[in-house]
């Protein structure tokens, strides 16, 4: 008897097969994508409160040690201050480095502006980044070189001054404005009776790469036209530029500004979706959506306004 054989023949993916696999992996893809990004923000939202909320413990921890919150900026509104603070351009994050493990650093620069020997940001280690004072939602966060050379760290974190530009007519030098920290301020807790729950201290804002110019926003080391404040005047995120010394801002995406003629204001911004983080006078931190109603916005920049706010 002859002996039969028999072939199998393994079937393979035809074309079309091959095709819709491919789609349906792409579509997971697409589905996966987005909340990869959405877990990401989450947890740089969730790195930039815990900044702001290490910085409302180091403004009480300062309050107890000096008996005031530290100052704004000491120098006046673009021009310079009276002795013995002429050539001193450094600002309340500065007097915050103690207080955020960082007292060797403040130590060092210290030293420098006591000595009145020139601008901070001219050394070396004013470059260094400093992780609670950066955002890691913006692009731009730690940047510390300008077109013109170093100018020093650039922060995300703003100081509230109050509810009005930085120079009014009324007190163009900017040391007279109804927020917690202005120019030569020396702000007690006492001092803020609309309630530290309903008073801002500080806010997040964006750092402008330089192109042609410096953009001045964010200054650690050389705060000049209050580049650590902000002010609620406009709400967070506000598409009304900003407004530096001269035309010293580069117009970003998140960060617009315009050119000052002579007033100058920042507002709070942040690289998160629909509002900005901020802190507190008692320390407590929350997100302040973009659509906040403007007045209440105002009356959390005020100190002592005596304003009712909304929920």
Not at 277 to 303: A, E
Request: net charge neutral.
């Amino acid at each position: 008897m002859a002996r039969t054989t028999s072939i199998h023949c393994r079937r393979a993916f035809t074309l079309i097969e091959l095709l819709v696999v491919i789609a349906i992996i792409a579509i997971l893809i697409g589905l996966l994508l987005p909340a990869v990004q959405k877990v990401r923000e989450a947890s740089a939202r969730m790195k930039c409160q815990n900044n702001l909320k290490q910085l409302g413990i180091g403004f009480h921890n300062y309050h107890d040690s000096t008996g005031t919150l530290p100052i704004g900026q000491p120098m006046n509104m673009a021009t310079n201050a009276p002795a013995p603070y002429t050539l001193d351009r450094s600002c309340w994050s500065h007097y915050l480095l103690p207080y955020i493990e960082q007292a060797a650093l403040f130590t060092k620069f210290e030293a420098i502006r006591k000595a009145n020997s020139g601008y901070i940001c001219d050394n070396a280690d004013a470059g260094i980044p400093l992780s609670p004072f950066m955002c890691p939602s913006d692009p731009n966060a730690g940047k510390n070189k300008t077109h013109t050379g170093s100018q020093g760290l650039h922060i995300n974190y703003a100081a509230c001054a109050g509810s009005t530009v930085f120079n009014p007519s009324s007190d163009t030098t900017g040391a007279n404005l109804n927020g917690v920290f202005y120019v030569r301020s020396s702000t007690k807790i006492g001092d803020i009776t609309d309630g530290t729950s309903n008073t801002l201290f500080a806010a997040e804002m964006r750092v402008s790469p330089d192109t042609t110019k410096d953009d001045l926003r964010g200054r650690h080391y050389n705060s000049y036209t209050g580049n650590t404040l902000f002010s609620t005047l406009n709400p967070p995120n506000t598409t009304v530029g900003d407004q530096q010394y001269s035309d010293y801002c580069i117009d970003i995406p998140g960060a617009p500004c315009r050119t000052a003629g002579g007033t100058y204001i920042q507002s709070a911004r942040s690289a998160h979706t629909n509002g900005v983080n901020v802190v507190m006078g008692d320390g407590s931190c929350r997100f302040v959506n973009n659509n906040i109603d403007p007045q209440t916005y105002q009356f959390m920049g005020t100190r002592s306004g005596g304003e009712l706010l909304k929920e």
